[in-house]
């Protein structure tokens, strides 16, 4: 089902002139009819309402209990808002842009997720923690501002989801997604609740993805699906990650008239019961690139003594001497405290 905008429908504001411009004529009818109905005959006054004047009369009563009526199908629309119509359960257009508008009477607004609050600026109440609820309460006087359908960019923070990475790792992932209505039909129709389907939709797409990639890069991993592995991690890769995210969701809800602008990764964490564990591997990475630095270091400044030596033909040293210079110096570059130095004043042998 396709939506069909209806462009001409702009009468409201005359449309509601006419009536009470109407209403005021019945009620003049109805008061004027029996006073003009008083007759003067050879001097006698009688009362007598002609058939004329009794048609008047019932016109005019007729007006004044039915005649509210038209006004049912007034209707007022803001910037960036939308209402479907029904009639007789039967799709008959939307209004799509701000004014007054006059429909048929009997046409009533339809949307499915009247009620249902996402949990985002704008769309729910303050404090809220779940994804989306079911808000009870009272719609506000006339046309329910809850039938109308916002088309306005939105933002939907779905609950955090633990999720397994590629190697079996939980981490605990949010995402942000920007989305809006973009035909009408299509989403109080096609689906039973745009609102929750659109919630429900990323939780899935953010599983799919998130299970091919690991949270830091990994050996020997395939994160594309070219049969080649990459360094493409959660952490690393976030921006491509996310634009995954969102072309897999785009892809569920095309069908529900719901277009996504845009999908950011939020929160990323590992879950709490290997957090500290995973925080050690990390420590220890990161001892085992320090120490790595520190040994190549002194590997280096080692040679260059003893390069420094040898040039100046100043001290000749064999290599049981040199062996032992080697490991003192080690010993001094590579130690995790200061050396307390000893001095020898006798012989080296």
Same mark, same amino acid.
């Given at each position: ?33 029996? %006073? ?6 050879? +001097? ?7 058939? /004329?004047?009794?048609?008047? %009369?019932? =016109? ?28 007789? +359960? ?8 701000? +004014?007054?508008?006059?429909? !048929? ?22 404090? &809220?923690?779940? *994804?989306?609820?079911?808000?009870? /309460?009272?719609?506000? *006087? ?10 306005? =960019? ?14 079996? !790792? ?28 659109? /919630? ?7 599983? !799919? ?19 080649? &592995? ?38 990323? *964490?590992?879950?709490?019961? =290997? ?18 630095? =520190? ?29 032992? %210079? ?17 001095? !020898?004043? +006798?012989?080296?042998?």
């Amino acid at each position: 089902m396709n939506e069909n905008t209806l462009r001409h429908k702009k009468n409201g504001m005359l449309v509601l002139i006419l009536v009470i411009a109407l209403y005021i004529a019945a009620i003049a009818g109805l008061i004027l009819t029996p %006073m003009l109905s008083y007759k003067t005959y050879m +001097g006698f006054t009688y009362y007598g309402i002609g058939i /004329s004047g009794k048609i008047l %009369m019932f =016109i005019c009563g007729a007006w004044v209990c039915l005649g509210w009526i038209l006004l049912l199908g007034l209707r007022v629309l803001k910037p960036q808002e939308a209402l479907v119509l029904t009639l007789f +359960g039967k799709y008959v257009g939307t209004l799509r842009e701000e +004014g007054f508008y006059f429909v !048929n009477p009997f046409c009533v607004g339809f949307n499915p997720a009247a009620k249902t609050k996402l949990n985002q600026s704008g769309d729910v109440d303050s404090g &809220a923690k779940k *994804a989306f609820i079911i808000s009870g /309460s009272k719609p506000e *006087a006339g046309e329910s501002t809850g039938k109308k359908i916002s088309l306005k =960019i939105m933002t939907l923070n779905n609950n955090r989801q633990k999720i397994n990475d590629c190697l079996g !790792n939980p981490v605990e992932i949010g995402i942000a997604v920007t989305w809006r209505v973009v035909d009408t039909a299509k989403a109080v129709f096609r689906v039973d609740n745009y609102k929750e389907f659109l /919630s429900l939709q990323c939780d899935s797409a953010l599983r !799919n993805i998130v299970r091919l990639y690991p949270y830091d890069v990994s050996p020997n991993v395939d994160t594309t699906g070219d049969g080649i &592995a990459d360094e493409g991690s959660l952490r690393g890769s976030s921006e491509v990650v996310a634009s995954r995210i969102r072309d897999e969701i785009q892809s569920k809800v095309a069908e529900a008239g719901l277009e996504i602008i845009e999908a950011r990764i939020t929160y990323l *964490a590992y879950a709490p019961e =290997i957090a500290a564990v995973m925080l050690q591997r990390q420590q220890a990475s990161a001892i085992i690139d320090a120490r790595k630095m =520190i040994v190549d270091g002194a590997v280096g400044m080692v040679e260059m003594a003893l390069e420094r030596l040898e040039a100046n033909d100043s001290i000749t040293l064999d290599d049981e001497r040199k062996a032992a %210079m080697v490991s003192n110096l080690l010993v001094v570059l590579c130690g995790n405290h200061d050396a307390q130095p000893i001095v !020898n004043t +006798g012989s080296l042998y």
